[in-house]
């Protein structure tokens, strides 16, 4: 049973085109997170959502839209795909262990679906 | 990756040990992470380490921090064909919430 799934697995699409990619986690995590991996394999944060909040926004361009519908979906929609577009997707989740206090300690384990490939023609 | 530092590629042969490096700048990160992805599939957790820890060591896997210098290594003893990946060295911040990755080492092990 897949803990983090994502679909579509590939996805190819005209310039221009609106797409939306799905992730759903069955293990109870309360934030999660989508990440753009290019060319290079270089992995950059885009979102984050923490119990269906925004938590994370990192410099995305307005036409990438996440959605949290409930803690265990976080869905991308992606207006006017432009050739830079192309990437792989990933989706994780993870449940953040904070402790408060003089010194803040976290750790976040993180739990990654198997990625979609976007490419834009 | 911002600010997370490794070298780009390993090449070692089937039985010999494999050391991947990592430099990081955050001193405030308390968790320290290397993440495995093999092709075609997501990032998956190796090993990690809490800042106030020098060495840990599970099974084939020695991970040494140096936080004085803000390095971390990966050692991967007697390693195998089915080792070769991309490791990603990863810190903790903004409480926790937001992972800044290396730019990966591609480890290949040839037979």
């Known amino acids: 049973d897949t803990a983090v799934s994502q679909t579509p697995k590939y996805l190819v699409t005209q310039m221009g085109n609106d797409k939306s990619i799905k992730c759903e986690q069955n293990?109870?995590?309360?934030?999660m997170y989508w990440y753009k991996q290019d060319s290079k394999k270089f992995l950059k944060i885009m979102f984050s959502?923490?119990?269906?909040?925004?938590?994370i926004n990192e410099t995305v361009p307005n036409r990438f839209s996440p959605k949290s519908p409930d803690k265990a979906h976080l869905n991308l929609h992606i207006n006017s795909l432009e050739l830079g577009d192309s990437a792989v997707y990933f989706c994780?989740?993870?449940?953040?262990?904070?402790?408060?206090?003089?010194?803040?300690?976290?750790?976040?384990?993180?739990?990654f679906g198997a990625g979609t490939r976007l490419s834009v023609l | 990756g911002e600010d997370v530092e490794q070298s780009l590629f390993l090449s070692v042969r089937e039985g010999d040990s494999s050391v991947i490096n990592c430099t990081y700048t955050?001193?405030?990160?308390?968790?320290l992470y290397w993440y495995k992805q093999e092709p075609g599939a997501g990032l998956q957790l190796l090993t990690y380490?809490?800042?106030?820890?020098d060495m840990k060591q599970d099974q084939r896997l020695t991970v040494l921090l140096n936080k004085k210098d803000k390095h971390l290594s990966l050692r991967i003893a007697d390693t195998q064909t089915g080792d070769s990946a991309i490791y990603f060295c990863a810190e903790s911040r903004n409480g926790g919430f937001k992972t800044i990755f290396g730019a990966g080492t591609r480890l290949f092990v040839k037979a």
């Open positions: 994780a989740s993870s449940q953040v262990f904070l402790r408060t206090g003089p010194n803040h300690l976290a750790k976040n384990i993180q739990y």
């Open positions: 955050d001193s405030s990160s308390t968790y």
């Open positions: 380490i809490f800042s106030n820890m």
């Open positions: 293990l109870g995590h309360d934030t």
């Open positions: 959502y923490n119990n269906k909040e925004l938590i």
